[in-house]
């Protein structure tokens, strides 16, 4: 049996489309700039999606089964980081927003740097921070049990996916292990689609991510009565 059909949330990664195959030799992709930004943490959770079922129908899921299981985890990494980012963001415009109010002049403080951390368990925590800084309900409770249940799968170790040796000198697998990546992705795919995944649309289907948005939005306005759109 193969994955169940993704949930609709994947428009902002295939809106850019290309990357087709080409006369002269083997396919290749475009990435960067204004056009061919993409959503990272969607990339890395569609294309953990197109290996596992590749690998099924070929038979070969065990061969690919630790690179999935590290796009799995960095795609949410990734997306956690993004709420991090937006959460900062929001609590130094605040700040700047006030100072203008008082000196029109006054210039944008600096902004707390999301840190190259990697543990779950430690992003967990700095984001109930950052959310309760701007005021927000916490952190919702399925983004604390994929955590959870991802930290579960690395043992608590972020380079476990990704060598077969860890820095103890320990093998990263010594026994065999039962690594569940179809169902982790059909968990994965929901979380984004009701936390990650942003929403056009105010109110009570607001997620995390669409009022984190409108909520920048707002603060973008309030801060242009003061300064230019350059300024943002």
């Known amino acids: 049996m193969l994955l169940k059909p993704p949930p609709d949330i994947y428009g902002s990664v295939l809106a850019i489309g290309g990357g087709s195959p080409t006369r002269e030799g083997p396919p290749v992709a475009k990435?960067?700039?204004?056009?061919s930004e993409p959503n990272l943490g969607l990339s890395y959770l569609l294309a953990a999606r197109h290996v596992i079922e590749k690998g099924s129908v070929e038979h070969r899921l065990n061969e690919v089964a630790l690179p999935v299981a590290y796009l799995q985890r960095?795609?949410?990494?990734?997306?956690l980081?993004?709420?991090?980012?937006?959460s900062?963001?929001?609590?130094?415009?605040?700040?700047?927003?006030?100072?203008?109010?008082?000196?029109?002049?006054?210039?944008?403080?600096t902004q707390t740097k999301v840190p190259p951390q990697h543990r779950f368990d430690e992003l967990l925590k700095?984001?109930?921070?950052?959310?309760?800084?701007?005021?927000?309900?916490?952190?919702?409770?399925?983004?604390?049990?994929?955590?959870?249940?991802?930290?579960?799968?690395?043992?608590?170790?972020p380079t476990r996916l990704r060598y077969l040796t860890l820095r103890s000198g320990?093998?990263?697998?010594?026994?065999?292990?039962?690594?569940?990546?179809?169902?982790?992705?059909?968990?994965?795919?929901?979380?984004?689609?009701?936390v990650f995944v942003y929403k056009d649309v105010?109110?009570?289907?607001?997620?995390?991510?669409t009022s984190l948005a409108y909520?920048?939005?707002?603060?973008?306005?309030?801060?242009?009565?003061?300064?230019?759109?350059?300024e943002l």
């Open 81 to 86: 980081k993004g709420v991090l980012e937006a």
């Open 88 to 109: 900062y963001r929001l609590k130094t415009d605040e700040a700047w927003l006030q100072l203008l109010k008082a000196d029109p002049r006054a210039e944008r403080p």
């Open 74 to 79: 960095h795609a949410y990494e990734v997306a």
């Open 202 to 209: 105010a109110g009570a289907n607001e997620n995390l991510v």
């Open 31 to 35: 990435v960067g700039g204004f056009w």
């Open 126 to 157: 700095l984001l109930a921070g950052a959310l309760a800084e701007i005021n927000y309900g916490g952190v919702p409770s399925e983004v604390q049990e994929m955590s959870k249940r991802l930290g579960q799968v690395e043992d608590f170790e």
């Open 215 to 230: 909520e920048g939005m707002a603060m973008d306005q309030a801060l242009l009565k003061f300064v230019s759109i350059d």
């Open 170 to 194: 320990a093998q990263s697998f010594p026994q065999s292990v039962l690594l569940h990546v179809g169902e982790t992705q059909e968990q994965l795919e929901a979380v984004f689609e009701n």
